[in-house]
């Protein structure tokens, strides 16, 4: 059974909860407290060199880190994961502007506002990562008009990936409802087979108001 190192109101964590209730794979958990320092512990770094969730040990001991890497690795064999090469490639083209694009602005927007973070940034910086958001989810909500989903017209772990933080964009103080196109996705993911619903707010982490080691 695979190990899955996670921090609850970690949606970059979410994203393989999230696969792996859809796989109907079990797994066990260690949960990382990551504010109180427990990612940068020599045990958890050569588990991930970044000292950050999520991360994987498999049966056989190897580890594997990266959420949208992670996601690639579990999906191999299933629904999830379109097999033709280039629709391979489509799906890391979304990956990696999940990776580059919406982790930078959405999903921290949605950390610094649930943690009472923001108001220790510079204004001009907070309204460079709204103004980035905003970008993101106009880029979506275009891309979305004429599909049903990011790569291709099936489900697969891109919309998985790119779900776990837009899907809670308005907890950072976005206007979802702007973005019609992305709404209407995020109900159709909502409604795949074994879709997950608990989410954690970073609340039930006293020390998430701490910056990160
Ligand atoms: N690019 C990484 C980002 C992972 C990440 O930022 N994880 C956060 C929680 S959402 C974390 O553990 N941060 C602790 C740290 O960076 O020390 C991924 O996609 O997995």
Redesign the pocket.
Request: no cysteine; glycine share 14%; aromatic share 4%.
């Given at each position: 059974m695979i190990t899955l190192y996670d921090?609850l109101p970690?949606?970059?964590?979410y994203k393989i909860r999230l696969l792996l209730a859809q796989l109907q794979q079990e797994y066990k958990t260690e949960l990382?407290s990551?504010f109180e320092g427990e990612?940068?512990r020599p045990e958890f770094l050569a588990i991930n060199p970044?000292?950050?969730?999520?991360a994987i040990r498999l049966e056989d001991g190897r580890v594997l880190?990266?959420?949208?890497a992670i996601l690639f690795y579990l999906a191999q064999g299933s629904q999830f994961l379109p097999q033709d090469s280039y629709e391979q490639a489509r799906l890391w083209q979304w990956l990696s502007f999940e990776?580059d694009y919406v982790?930078a602005t959405v999903?921290t927007i949605r950390h610094w506002t649930m943690t009472g973070k923001l108001a220790r940034r510079a204004e001009s910086l907070v309204s460079a990562k709204r103004a980035g958001s905003l970008k993101v989810l106009r880029i979506l909500d275009r891309e979305l008009a004429d599909r049903r989903f990011l790569v291709a017209d099936t489900y697969t772990i891109a919309d998985i990936s790119l779900f776990a933080y837009v899907h809670l964009a308005e907890e950072g103080g976005l206007p979802l409802p702007d973005f019609p196109h992305v709404l209407r996705w995020i109900e159709r993911v909502k409604s795949q087979d074994n879709y997950l619903g608990q989410v954690y707010p970073y609340s039930i982490d006293p020390y998430s108001i701490r910056e990160?080691?």
């Open positions: 921090y970690s949606q970059n964590a990382v990551i990612g940068q970044t000292g950050a969730v999520p880190a990266e959420s949208n990776g982790q999903a990160l080691p």
